[in-house]
């Protein structure tokens, strides 16, 4: 159902739908509806007068019917309505009113236009209509009549079920997301404070420079992060503030490269990438005495992104077990991010050698 659900979000988006649209794909639905209740309910030995007219009769309760119950009377359910059962009754009861009225004018038009004087069948219970009005209500027609219009009206009820379980699965899955990265950015935000502090206590002179960095940083998480796109050259500016934050506090044996190639442009999630950096720092560091190297590739080919990031163990990271394993709550998230917002069209790799991690990202910019 959820396949559906997504694949009817392709033709008819929940948000930025204009009017004119909207109105477009109901008189499409509705063109199509009338077609295929031309060709069950018609009858080829009546003429096409007596099959226009019982065409149009179904399809005009239909709607009325549809509108009614999705626009009208559901709502009435849905929210707090002390009256809703009287004024359910009352629009029920405008309902079945509506049905016997319009069968009543069809039957009328369809022999005062003798509409039937060509067939040679037999008509004679719908002459019964036409000679007493009541006798619709008399004969019990109007119960399968009922029944004849919901299950002829059952396509449109159908669409608008999955667009409203579309909806359900569209708002469920933001929740999520918006969950995550509330969850990602006080993660972030008490790694770099953690990193001012540590210059901070050892009264290093960079330390101005690191609180301008970490402003830039912090306009971004506090503002632009929020935003369900940004910019890849924003993205790509705010890592670069990130990766220099982190050198300004590390080892002058950490050497860390980071290159950009190709035409930046497009969009991406915010913060979608910082955690693999921030984890390529956290696995790197550890031991003062070692060569450590953090490589970072950002590279864009057409409307792809391919990020890499390669990164030496330390020998803490080695030789604790707790350690090895690569990531936390950060890299959890980010999965269930990239799953979420990139489903089936995205690849990550993540390679936990013997003295390095290895992470390959691939994804569609928006």
Request: charged fraction near 20%; include cysteine; charge should be positive.
């Amino acid at each position: 159902m959820e396949n559906i659900a997504k694949l009817f979000l392709k033709i008819y988006p929940l948000e930025r739908v204009s009017v004119k649209r909207r109105i477009l794909l109901h008189c499409i639905f509705w063109g199509v509806m009338f077609v295929g209740l031309w060709h069950t309910f018609g009858n080829s030995l009546a003429g096409i007068g007596y099959n226009f007219i019982t065409a149009s009769y179904l399809l005009i309760l239909n709607i009325i019917y549809f509108y009614t119950i999705t626009y009208i009377i559901v709502p009435l359910w849905s929210n707090y309505n002390k009256y809703k059962y009287i004024t359910t009754t009352l629009y029920i009861s405008a309902l079945i009113l509506s049905l016997s009225i319009l069968f009543y004018i069809r039957a009328q038009f369809i022999f005062d236009n003798d509409l039937l004087k060509d067939t040679k069948l037999d008509f004679r219970y719908l002459k019964r209509f036409y000679n007493d009005y009541a006798y619709f209500f008399n004969s019990g027609y109007f119960i399968s009549g009922i029944l004849e219009i919901f299950l002829t009206a059952l396509p449109a009820f159908f669409i608008k079920l999955t667009r409203s379980l579309a909806k359900s699965f569209s708002e469920k899955k933001q929740v999520e997301i918006d969950y995550l990265r509330s969850q990602i950015n006080p993660h972030f935000l008490t790694n770099t404070l953690n990193n001012i502090y540590s210059l901070s206590v050892t009264d290093d002179k960079r330390n101005s420079d690191a609180i301008l960095s970490l402003s830039s940083l912090l306009d971004y998480v506090l503002y632009e992060s929020n935003r369900p796109t940004i910019s890849l050259e924003k993205e790509v500016n705010f890592l670069s503030n990130f990766i220099e934050l982190e050198k300004m506090r590390n080892t002058k044996r950490l050497q860390v490269n980071f290159e950009v190639e190709g035409d930046i442009h497009g969009n991406i999630p915010p913060m979608i990438l910082v955690t693999f950096v921030e984890n390529a720092f956290k696995h790197c560091i550890g031991d003062l005495y070692s060569n450590s190297f953090i490589k970072i590739l950002l590279k864009v080919d057409d409307d792809k992104l391919y990020f890499e990031v390669e990164n030496s163990k330390s020998n803490l990271t080695i030789n604790n077990n707790q350690r090895k394993t690569f990531g936390g709550i950060g890299l959890t998230n980010v999965k269930k991010r990239l799953t979420n917002l990139f489903p089936n069209t995205h690849s990550l790799q993540i390679e936990n050698q013997e003295n390095q991690f290895i992470i390959k990202l691939q994804l569609g910019l928006i």
